[in-house]
């Protein structure tokens, strides 16, 4: 069923797609102009997802005052949660070709202790964002964090190899 507002939240989801791809490729180099470009393509990614929020969300005036503010400190804690799996990322496809027994399993318990990381922010969040919208907006808007999140790891998930036995 394709609706009115469904189509923009499709367009930018390939936005948000494309956006993806193209963090796979700067990722994995090394070097202060990889890392800057990294920074310019994180930046991209979270103002799309603010714009795909902006376009899935229906505000009122009231909501998106509190909405938004709370938004930013929640994109800007998720954020050094991010940074630190673009961190092991980096280190696995930097040691992929002598990848040890211990490396991966240091790699392995950083990538889940950064799961956890980012449930913790996104379960204390919902409690915030549940308080300053009604229960299904607020639904709506971890539904499409969610959609956005398997888009990129999906990408990831296709670029990243798998750890050789």
Known sequence: MTTMTTMPTTRILSIV??????????AFAAGAAADADLDVL????RANRKALVAASLTLTEAEATQ?????????????????????????YTSHYAELTDAKAGTLAADYLAIEEDRAKVRRTYF???????????????????????????????????????
Do not use: C, H
């Open 127 to 165: 409690g915030d964002f549940s308080k300053v919208l009604p229960g299904k907006k607020a639904a709506r808007f971890y539904q499409i964090e969610n959609k956005m999140d398997a888009v990129i790891r999906y990408d990831l998930a296709r670029t990243i190899p798998v750890v050789e036995e």
């Open 17 to 26: 797609a494309l956006l993806a791809a193209l963090v796979a490729a700067p």
């Open 42 to 45: 994180r930046d991209a990614i």
């Open 67 to 91: 909405f938004w503010p709370l938004y930013d400190r929640y994109e800007a804690e998720l954020k050094g949660v991010t940074d630190r799996l673009v961190k092991v990322i980096q280190d």
